[in-house]
């Protein structure tokens, strides 16, 4: 599978942003994509996954209630919908296989996009 994140940019803390990832590759049902970042100085951190089968979801601690992971199958495209930025969401963000059942497990991973978070 082959993934191409796209949408980050430049945001005003308390403001939003909506991050998507273009899938190809055969048998896509099979997968769960998601998200992790990595901040300059940081580890690598868990965001969000969606299972493309069913719609199941996860979340990383930092994000719940303020994140929301979404997929449009008919377009192999999965949306990361980031309201409420603080300045520690400033991060590269890829878009990355996942598993909704183990946190913290990411697979293939495309280029990253860089979202900033800054008055």
């Known amino acids: 599978v082959q993934l191409q994140a796209s949408g980050g940019g430049l945001v005003q803390p308390g403001g939003s942003l909506t991050l998507s990832c273009a899938a190809s590759g055969s048998s896509l049902d099979n997968y769960a994509i998601g998200w992790f970042r990595r901040a300059p100085g940081k580890e690598r951190e868990g965001v969000s996954c969606?299972?493309?089968?069913?719609?199941?979801?996860r979340y990383g601690d930092a994000v719940k209630g303020r994140f929301t992971i979404s997929r449009d199958n008919a377009k192999n495209t999965v949306y990361l919908r980031m309201n409420s930025l603080k300045p520690e969401d400033t991060a590269v963000y890829y878009c990355a296989t996942c598993s909704v059942l183990i946190a913290g497990y990411f697979g293939t991973w495309g280029q990253g996009t860089l979202v900033t978070v800054s008055s």
């Open positions: 969606i299972s493309l089968s069913d719609g199941s979801t």
